[in-house]
């Protein structure tokens, strides 16, 4: 098994140092999404913040940060994915994100169809992931996808949740 999504046009990689240019500028162009996500644009650190983010009692070994890297060696986006949380055959969906002129042309749903099997290669049995209430895009492609809702969480600062989120599962 090769150790990354397969995404039919596009390259999956892991995440290294020089890509976080790039990445950075994506977030820059992009504050619509950032601030209807955290309430604040993105970060000048936002990309050093992504790749230190954690869920509580994981490590980086259960970390799968990628990048989607298009035919013209851009950025196209990049999944976050951790392994084993909340439970053991539970990987989480940290964050997805394509970068807006890859957006709308069914990349978002092919990423996901890529994780499916990589995921259940590696012994998860289902996919979670959280999303904001206002997030209609993202919930469409969820709701299409099967993924259903489990638990709603409140706006709470202390952990730098600034919307209402629902936590979404699909069994793989
Ligand atoms: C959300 C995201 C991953 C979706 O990927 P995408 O490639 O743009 O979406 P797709 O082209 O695969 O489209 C998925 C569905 O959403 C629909 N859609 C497109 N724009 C939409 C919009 N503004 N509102 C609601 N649905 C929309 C599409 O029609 C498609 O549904 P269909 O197949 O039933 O017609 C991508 O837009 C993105 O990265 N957005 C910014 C970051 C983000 O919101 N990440 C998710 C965090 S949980």
Same mark, same amino acid.
């Given at each position: 098994?090769?150790?990354?999504?397969?995404?039919?046009?596009?390259?999956?990689?892991?995440?290294?140092?020089?890509?976080?240019?790039?990445?950075?500028?994506?977030?820059?162009?992009?504050?619509?999404?950032?601030?209807?996500?955290?309430?604040?644009?993105?970060?000048?650190?936002?990309?050093?913040?992504?790749?230190?983010?954690?869920?509580?009692?994981?490590?980086?070994?259960?970390?799968?940060?990628?990048?989607?890297?298009?035919?013209?060696?851009?950025?196209?986006?990049?999944?976050?994915?951790?392994? =084993?949380?909340?439970?053991?055959?539970?990987?989480?969906?940290?964050?997805?994100?394509?970068?807006?002129?890859?957006?709308?042309?069914?990349? =978002?749903?092919?990423?996901?169809?890529?994780?499916?099997?990589?995921?259940?290669?590696? =012994? =998860?049995?289902?996919?979670?992931?959280?999303?904001?209430?206002?997030?209609?895009?993202?919930?469409?492609?969820?709701?299409?996808?099967?993924?259903?809702?489990?638990?709603?969480?409140?706006?709470?600062?202390?952990?730098?949740?600034?919307?209402?989120?629902?936590?979404?599962?699909?069994?793989?």
């Amino acid at each position: 098994m090769t150790d990354v999504p397969q995404i039919p046009g596009h390259t999956v990689r892991a995440i290294a140092d020089g890509d976080a240019r790039e990445l950075q500028a994506l977030f820059d162009a992009d504050p619509d999404y950032f601030v209807m996500a955290h309430d604040r644009p993105a970060a000048a650190d936002e990309v050093e913040q992504i790749r230190k983010a954690l869920p509580p009692g994981k490590t980086q070994a259960d970390k799968f940060l990628h990048l989607i890297i298009d035919a013209r060696g851009h950025i196209a986006g990049l999944t976050d994915v951790i392994r =084993g949380y909340p439970e053991p055959r539970t990987w989480y969906l940290g964050f997805l994100y394509l970068a807006e002129s890859a957006r709308g042309q069914g990349l =978002g749903r092919r990423v996901l169809h890529a994780l499916y099997p990589w995921v259940r290669a590696k =012994g =998860g049995t289902a996919l979670r992931l959280g999303v904001v209430e206002e997030n209609a895009h993202a919930r469409h492609l969820y709701a299409t996808e099967g993924f259903a809702l489990q638990v709603i969480r409140e706006p709470d600062p202390s952990v730098d949740r600034a919307r209402r989120v629902l936590v979404l599962q699909r069994a793989l």
